[in-house]
T-cell receptor, first 115, second 113 residues
Framework: DGGITQSPKYLFRKEGQNVTLSCEQN?????MYWYRQDPGQGLRLIYY???????QKGDIAEGYSVSREKKESFPLTVTSAQKNPTAFYLC??????????????FGPGTRLTVL | DAKTTQPNSMESNEEEPVHLPCNHS???????IHWYRQLPSQGPEYVIH???SNVNNRMASLAIAEDRKSSTLILHRATLRDAAVYYC??????????????FGKGTKLSVIP
């Protein structure tokens, strides 16, 4: 079955540590996204990538970094510079061809807690 | 600036229809109206989208006002598995066919057995 996988499901981090969240898709989608969700709130865009080896900042990129070395993978690193990293992180992808409607598919999310 | 406004919460009895409203008074002529839903501790999932005409799929129906300033998501028979937060969204294009989904707080639907 095609879809998006995120790992780990739960992640605990000490203050001052960098952590990397994994996102893999086997949908052959060009575009991938990282969103952050705080309790009771909507989603906010962190980074997005429309093609391999290219990515752009979203609305709240400070304290985060990404890479897109492979089409199927878009890992997110939460650095120590992110002052309030405790949140639910969601990865998504779309076909991105621009032709017709392209639904955005989401992974199951990673819940990050800073201790 | 919020592009859409929705009630914070709604309740429905199981097996009854549910009408979830959304206002989008600043919608442009080319904006599609999208609905996603998010079950507790899961990623959002696509429900339905439309432009001008009413739309139906296996999950729901979307009724769009003639002036397109509002729309209503209709679940014909609510089940306990439909308890979720429902988001009404106008996409923000990022170029090259990709787009940002700007999620607000949505409407939390509770289904009463």
């Amino acid at each position: 079955d095609g879809g998006i996988t995120q790992s780990p499901k739960y992640l605990f981090r000490k203050e001052g540590q960098n952590v990397t969240l994994s996102c893999e898709q086997n949908l052959n989608h060009d575009a991938m996204y990282w969103y952050r969700q705080d309790p009771g709130q909507g989603l906010r865009l962190i980074y997005y990538s429309q093609i391999v080896n290219d990515f752009q900042k979203g609305d709240i990129a400070e304290g985060y970094s990404v890479s897109r070395e492979k089409k199927e993978s878009f890992p997110l690193t939460v650095t120590s510079a992110q002052k309030n990293p405790t949140a639910f992180y969601l990865c998504a992808s779309t076909d991105g061809t621009g032709a017709g409607y392209n639904e955005q598919f989401f992974g199951p999310g990673t819940r990050l807690t800073v201790l | 600036d919020a592009k859409t406004t929705q009630p914070n919460s709604m309740e429905s009895n199981e097996e009854e229809p549910v009408h979830l409203p959304c206002n989008h008074s600043t919608i442009s002529g080319t904006d599609y109206i999208h609905w996603y839903r998010q079950l507790p501790s899961q990623g959002p999932e696509y429900v339905i989208h439309g432009l001008t005409s009413n739309v139906n799929n296996r999950m729901a129906s979307l009724a769009i006002a003639e002036d397109r300033k509002s729309s209503t998501l209709i679940l014909h028979r609510a089940t306990l598995r439909d308890a979720a937060v429902y988001y009404c969204i106008l996409r923000d294009p990022l170029g090259a066919g990709s787009y940002q989904l700007t999620f607000g707080k949505g409407t939390k639907l509770s289904v009463i057995p």
